[in-house]
């Protein structure tokens, strides 16, 4: 039995009209093609997030706290969605090529899929701690009389 190493991101070589390859599925490499556009902006993501967040700890003013835990929160959602896609993938396979899972195959999901959800419970974490310390602290509440001035109102005029 020929082995084959899928290539989703390439066309397949074709047929009479199919995939030579018989784990080629069009379904499966859109969900690869999902996978890997969700986790480049993720990344990217992630990375304007530890920007703000420095920025935010050399600069306390609330608005930067809440801008850092809106981009945590973007985060998360998009690493999210490349765990659900990565496990409908999954299903999908299971379920209609099993050329890949034959009738008494099963999946395990190893140490990737943990430090997945592990990095979507750590951005949730980061993006919850900048929501709920973003209060204004005006006045006696400041740990300065520079941060005080910086959260009270300002009026622009003539």
Not at 5 to 17: F, I, S, V
Not at 44 to 73: D, E, Q, W
Not at 108 to 126: C, D, K, M
Request: proline share 4%; glycine share 4%.
């Amino acid at each position: 039995m020929k082995h084959y190493c899928t290539n989703y991101l390439a066309q397949p070589e074709m047929k009479n009209g199919k995939p030579t390859d018989p784990a080629y599925d069009i379904d499966v490499a859109n969900y690869v093609r999902t996978m890997i556009s969700f986790g480049i902006i993720s990344l990217f993501v992630m990375t304007m997030g530890c920007g703000f967040s420095m920025y935010t700890f050399r600069n306390p003013r609330y608005m930067f706290k809440r801008l850092a835990a809106g981009i945590h929160f973007i985060s998360t959602a998009c690493t999210l969605v490349v765990v659900q896609v990565m496990m409908s993938s999954v299903d999908h396979m299971k379920k209609n090529m099993k050329f890949v899972y034959p009738d008494r195959a099963y999946h395990y999901f190893h140490i990737s899929y943990f430090l997945a959800w592990f990095v979507v419970l750590v951005n949730f974490f980061a993006a919850a701690s900048f929501l709920w310390y973003s209060r204004k602290r005006k006045g006696d509440k400041a740990a300065t009389d520079e941060l005080a001035m910086a959260d009270e109102p300002t009026i622009i005029g003539r």
